[in-house]
């Protein structure tokens, strides 16, 4: 192969590898996607107040030697970062004085931050106040961001250990909900260590309080709160019909932390392939509002989960469907809608359009369908797995052509009464109007006419997909 040979060949295998690298292969799947990382900040009490004794040593030495038997648990712990903040450590207690800025991140988040905790904690002195409100307000950027290419869940939780409560005139439950009504950091882990009932019942709105009066309940205490930090659990949400068999499906569903309102997933429910709702990952950490968006939606409050159990979420959502159906007689061309509501109630839930179909909660409804005049439909009742048809008459067409434009109104004749159903236009000489099946009259005056005797009224009849013309 001569030199000229070889350089063309190598041009032409330059553009095959160019053009690979610009389209990739079909058959690539896309990679798998990261398991959630868990970030978990230990908010520790280092203040005065912890060289207390607690058992027979100070509450400090048991604290340390417990957390650090819990940190000798996590190490190597895929997919888990942790950090420590200390506070109340940094500046002793003086007379009448307390520096409520004594709080600092001893160590930053890492994948290998155990080493670094472990020596931080044997070498902490306890020398000061309590800024809980503070530690919590900065602990916000404790927490790194994301890099912007990574796309996995990050869960940030806060573990608070303390003996005592605020001590500088702040509000930690304030900067706890703030924390997570912006979505920083889940709803924080507090262990109390020896408190009284007054000083448990301060720090319950930090957030979920776990009580250790002992030190071998504090060992407890801190293993089921790492275990809940750290776990997410499965569950599954059963949509039960009204004869309760968990077959309802095909809807999306809302799960909320109940606390703060914040949307924490939403998914469409779905049957797996044994035909049973799909397992879901669920964070055992929040109470949950579970909302399944049925017509009307079907709601479940203070649902919660236990780490490492498998919980059947199960919530009301019977359905059937409304088939709005035009009545017998020649098309008009109209679109007309109904405004479907509750039986006895004033809520709109739906407008729906007559021809279409709709899946509503089994119940009893009223419909208001939007042709002239109005027509009402009380009581229609939706059961379980069924549909429901009604029979909308068809409109007809009444054309008004007044010789001279002039003030006047239709009206519905029905059971001796005159009903009004629409005014007509009064500088129009003609008008047209889809009214339903019915008797009616017009009543018009010209707008040259000054007496009242020269009114003019007529009577008219409109069938179903008939047009009739009024000369008046």
Not at 198 to 206: D, F, P
Not at 237 to 250: A, F, H, R, V
Not at 288 to 317: E, Q
Not at 424 to 430: E, H, S, V
Request: charged share 20%; with cysteine; hydrophobic share 40%.
């Amino acid at each position: 192969m001569n030199a000229f040979s070889i350089r063309r060949l190598t041009r032409i295998l330059a553009s095959v590898v160019l053009l690979f690298g610009l389209f990739p292969a079909v058959n690539a799947q896309d990679p798998a996607p990261r398991p959630p990382l868990t970030r978990m900040l230990f908010v520790m009490d280092a203040s005065n107040s912890m060289n207390a004794f607690w058992g027979n040593q100070p509450k400090i030495n048991t604290a340390r030697e417990l957390l650090l038997k819990s940190l000798q648990e996590l190490e190597g712990q895929p997919d888990l970062e942790l950090a420590l903040r200390l506070y109340g450590h940094q500046t002793p207690i003086q007379p009448g004085k307390q520096d409520c800025d004594d709080t600092r991140l001893e160590v930053p988040f890492s994948a290998n931050s155990i080493p670094a905790m472990r020596n931080t904690l044997k070498n902490v002195r306890c020398l000061g106040t309590t800024p809980i409100a503070r530690s919590l307000e900065k602990a916000a950027d404790d927490f790194p961001p994301l890099l912007f290419n990574d796309t996995r869940k990050v869960r940030n939780v806060i573990i608070l250990i303390t003996d005592g409560i605020e001590a500088c005139d702040e509000d930690p439950c304030a900067v706890s909900r703030a924390l997570m009504a912006k979505g920083i950091v889940l709803k924080p882990f507090v262990i109390g260590v020896g408190l009284d009932e007054s000083q448990k019942y301060s720090l319950q709105c930090v957030g979920n309080y776990f009580d250790a009066s002992t030190p071998e309940l504090f060992e407890h205490v801190l293993k089921v709160v790492v275990t809940q930090a750290l776990n997410s659990t499965t569950a599954q949400i059963s949509l039960m019909t009204t004869d309760g068999q968990p077959t309802e499906t095909d809807v999306a569903v809302t799960l909320y932390d109940q606390r703060t309102g914040k949307i924490i997933d939403h998914m469409m429910h779905t049957m797996n392939e044994r035909d049973i709702p799909d397992t879901l990952h669920i964070d055992p950490i929040h109470t949950y509002k579970v909302v399944a968006h049925t017509v009307p939606p079907s709601v479940r409050n203070d649902v919660k989960v236990r780490p490492g159990v498998h919980t059947v979420i199960a919530l009301d959502a019977g359905t059937g469907l409304l088939h709005l159906r035009t009545g017998q007689g020649p098309p008009d061309g109209s679109a007309v809608q109904a405004v479907v509501r509750r039986a006895g109630e004033p809520q709109t839930l739906i407008a729906l359009e007559v021809g279409a179909t709709q899946r509503l909660r089994t119940g009893t409804y009223d419909l208001e369908v939007l042709t002239l005049p109005r027509l009402l439909i009380p009581d229609v009742r939706i059961e379980q797995g069924r549909t429901n048809e009604v029979a909308i008459p068809r409109s007809g067409v009444l054309n008004i052509l007044p010789s001279v434009s002039g003030p006047g109104s239709i009206y519905q004749k029905k059971d001796d009464q005159l009903i009004w159903v629409a005014d007509l236009d009064p500088m129009a000489i003609r008008a047209q109007f889809r009214l339903l099946p019915g008797t009616y009259q017009v009543i018009y005056r010209s707008r040259n006419a000054r007496r009242t005797e020269l009114s003019i009224k007529k009577d008219v009849t409109i069938e179903s997909g008939r047009s009739v013309t009024l000369d008046l």
